[in-house]
Each structure stands twice: as C-alpha cells, then as structure tokens.
C-alpha cells in the first residue's frame, strides 16, 4: 500500500465554492442582527442562497403594508425584522407568564380582614337583602338564609349552620358532614366568616338518616354477659379475657371498601345496568342507595390519621365512592330523559 502524500491530502481535502458576492437587501439584512464571529465563514456559503427567499419576502412584506396603509411608505425586511423579533420575544413570555400562572396556581384570594377566602362572594352587594349559603345534601339543594350582615359580620357559626341542616333533612346533627370547598367543618364553634365562607357559598352535607351499624365486638359481649346472668354462674375466671386489638386506621379504610364491594356494589351494579322502570321506585332506589353510600363516607371521614399512605388511600376510596355516585346520578338523569321523551 503506497502511503498518501501531501499532494493526495490536499486534495482529497473538502473545499467549500467561493462565495459570491451577497445583493444589498441581504448583506444589509445579516448586518443588522448581531452574530459571532464564529458563524461568518458559514454565513458567507449561504448567502448566495438565500438571497432570493430573502427578496421574495422583502417584496411580499412591502406588498401587505401597502395594502393595510397605502399612503405610508413601506418599511424594508431588516427595518422590520427587529422589532418583530422583539415583539415575538414579548409574546412568548406572557404566553409563559400565563402558563407559569396556570401551572403554580393564583394567589390566595383575601376577604377584607386579610383571611384566606375559600367560597363566596369576597365583595357582596351592600344593597342585597339577606345573607344565604347554598346547601347540597345528595341530589337536593337548598339554601339557608340570615339576615343581612350575620355571615359576613361573623354571627353565623358552623354550629348554628349544622343545627338548621339537621332540622330540614332530618339527619342527626353528630351524623352530619360539612365540607366546603374540600374543607371539612368541623368545629362548631367557628364562625363563617373566621373560615373564609362569605355570602353566596356553597356548601355540601354529607349524611344519613338510616341506623347505624351496631358494633359487632359490643353485641358479642352483651349476649355474653346476658348468657352469665341466666346461667347464674358463680366460677371465677382464674385468667382475664384477652382484650379485642384496635383496629388500625388503615384496616378501617380497608374494612369499609370491602363491605362496599361486597354489599353496595352488586346493588349499584344492578341499578345502574337495569333500573326500575317506575319512576317513583326509580326515584325511591336511587335515594336509598346515596344515602348508603353517604354513609360510607361518613366512616372515612373518621378514620383520622397522619401517615401519608393512609390519608393517599382513604382519598382512593372517597374517590372511587364519588364515581360510584356520579354514575347513579347519571343514570337516574338519563332514564328521566327518556321518560320526558316518552310523554
């Protein structure tokens, strides 16, 4: 193999055709935008290239500014290209300005005394009537009403409110859930106005009216005890009763989903695939099994702990409940259209 000369390598070497000279629209156009140094040797190959893209715009642009203003004399492309990199530069960072603020969410919204606000109107008419919250208990909605100034003028305490849900739903107070705007009111003491609730809010009740679940732990000992006092037994028991262990607030959550699915669901299964075709036992079936479900809830919401897999699980299970309700709801909509559509 004969070795490669300096003669060879020269020209194998890859040289680049010499640029021609560049029209005065483009050198004028590259002149005005400030580059480095680095790029003119590629610069130079390319203009003879993009000379003629370059004209072509410069023409069209001239021929839209005549078009919008024909008494303005027309501005050539680099005159123009500055100002509408600038202006292109200002429009992206309020689109990312805009996005930023989407991403991270607004800023916290303050009533008039500086505290957080969660629901309501932060600035009500002066010239308004009365003082209302607005109430949701299953598919019913109804609204409390005060005089004006007792909400916002903080005379109005969740105990007062939770007293008044239980006289129009027949719900017991100590089974009824306040939660608004994915806040749970429980204490009674506070004022709605302390809480950020003003004028107009709205609030959801969770509640029910049907009995709660006797304890099956507690039956067993009472049966047992009631066995001891017929039987009159005087034997003393030599060794205590091993005591029953706590449940865990994490057994408690799965506790309540598995009675869910082995209880509730086959009936929701069931309404949701074929509901009655009477409308009132339709109406009826619907009301009952909500108010099952709102049960349920009730038992998470107390279940109380702060490990972080448990509150992530117990918030699975409250969502899994609330798609549950949402298809109940659905369905009973639906049928109520097509009996509308019947008629």
Not at 174 to 203: E, F, M, P, W, Y
Not at 250 to 257: C, D, G, L, Q
Not at 258 to 278: K, Q, Y
Request: hydrophobic fraction near 35%; include cysteine.
């Amino acid at each position: 193999m004969q070795p490669i000369t300096t003669t060879a390598r020269q020209s194998a070497t890859l040289r680049l055709p010499r640029p021609a000279s560049p029209g005065p629209l483009t050198s004028k156009l590259a002149s005005s935008i400030p580059l480095p140094d680095f790029l003119d040797p590629y610069l130079g190959h390319l203009t003879p290239y993009l000379s003629p893209y370059v004209s072509s715009l410069d023409d069209l642009l001239t021929s839209l500014q005549l078009s919008i203003s024909p008494s303005t004399p027309p501005k050539s492309l680099p005159d123009i290209l500055p100002v509408s990199i600038g202006l292109a530069s200002a429009l992206l960072a309020l689109a990312l300005l805009a996005f930023m603020r989407r991403f991270f969410g607004r800023s916290q919204v303050l009533t008039p005394d500086g505290i957080p606000h969660i629901s309501g109107d932060v600035t009500p008419d002066p010239n308004r009537l009365e003082d209302f919250v607005s109430i949701k208990h299953g598919q019913k909605e109804f609204k409390l009403t005060y005089p004006v100034n007792a909400i916002t003028g903080g005379t109005v305490s969740v105990g007062d409110m939770r007293e008044r849900c239980s006289g129009l739903t027949g719900v017991d107070t100590d089974r009824i859930s306040l939660v608004c705007a994915g806040k749970n009111l429980k204490d009674n003491s506070a004022t709605l106005k302390s809480l950020g609730i003003g004028h107009a809010a709205r609030i959801l009740l969770m509640g029910s009216t049907a009995p709660v679940p006797s304890d099956p732990a507690s039956d067993s000992a009472a049966k047992s005890k009631k066995k001891k006092k017929k039987s009159g037994a005087k034997k003393v028991a030599t060794t205590p009763e091993p005591e029953l262990r706590k449940a865990t607030p994490m057994e408690k959550i799965e506790a309540v989903w598995d009675g869910i699915v082995a209880n509730l669901m086959p009936l929701m299964d069931e309404f949701m695939n074929s509901p009655p075709a009477d409308a009132v036992k339709r109406a009826d079936t619907h009301r009952r099994l909500s108010e099952t479900m709102m049960g349920e809830l009730l038992k998470l919401d107390s279940v109380e702990s702060g490990e972080p897999d448990v509150r992530a699980r117990r918030k699975g299970v409250v969502k899994d409940i609330q798609k549950v309700l949402d298809g109940l709801d659905r369905v009973l909509k639906e049928q109520t259209q097509v009996d509308f559509d019947l008629d």
